[in-house]
């Protein structure tokens, strides 16, 4: 019969978990804390969240914003031709947009135009008198009030101290004027189209849609109108890190 071995004693300590002078205690290891911010919890109260207290400025109102796109129809007499309306650029702060009005079939000449648009949103900046473009006040009245929504403010739409506010409000009021025709700018004139007039503009954000009517002061037939509705698009005009 042999004598049993020492680390065979070992071996049954372990089996009977008693402590032996020959079982090294196991070491636990422990992991470094973290302190990189990537892995650091942050509340928004927290001054270093941000890199900048400078925001980009809000650039949107409804689909009022640069990239969105309108499609429908402009109605001249009997007529009625396609339109497309792309916005560009639209900055809220300075009450301005531009963009490309496509229109089809409008002449024999061309199958479609595309001209060049500038446009005004009635507020702080533009009131609803336009004072140009041979637009008296009379004939921004006459205008104005073909919009249904418009007509609360037929009292005081030429008061020199209202100011509209297109912010908090459902309907966004603008002109668009035409500039030039695309892609060739030195063209200002063609024959069976014109876009020396200016559009009277109302868009509600509740329906999405514009609704238009074009002014010529030597254009015989009056009221021309546009309606246009919101192409979606899965997109956003703008983006920011923080």
């Avoid at 473009?133 to 008061?159: G, M, S, T, Y």
């Avoid at 503009?201 to 010529?216: E, L, N, V």
């Amino acid at each position: 019969m042999t004598k049993p071995s020492i680390h065979t004693s070992c071996a049954q300590c372990q089996k009977i978990s008693k402590t032996c002078e020959h079982t090294k205690k196991p070491q636990t290891i422990k992991s470094p804390k973290c302190h990189s911010p990537l892995f650091v919890y942050r509340k928004e109260d927290d001054p270093w969240v941000d890199i900048s207290d400078r925001r980009i400025p809000n650039s949107q109102l409804g689909s009022l914003y640069s990239g969105s796109r309108f499609k429908g129809k402009q109605k001249c007499g009997d007529n009625e031709y396609e339109v497309l309306v792309e916005l560009k650029q639209v900055n809220i702060k300075e009450s301005l947009l531009c963009g490309y009005l496509y229109i089809k079939g409008l002449t024999s000449e061309l199958s479609e135009l595309t001209t060049y648009f500038e446009g005004e949103i009635i507020g702080p900046k533009y009131s609803f008198l336009t004072r140009k473009w041979h637009a008296v006040q009379d004939i921004d009245r006459q205008h104005w009030e073909l919009f249904e929504p418009f007509k609360p403010l037929i009292d005081c739409f030429n008061k020199e101290d209202f100011v509209y506010d297109p912010i908090d409000n459902d309907m966004v009021y603008m002109r668009w004027k035409e500039r030039f025709l695309v892609p060739n700018h030195h063209i200002n004139n063609i024959d069976g189209a014109s876009f020396a007039g200016f559009y009277y503009i109302a868009y509600q954000r509740s329906t999405d849609k514009i609704t238009g009517f074009y002014f010529y002061h030597l254009n015989i037939e009056r009221f021309q109108a546009l309606t246009l509705e919101n192409v979606n698009q899965h997109c956003l005009d703008s983006f920011e890190f923080r």
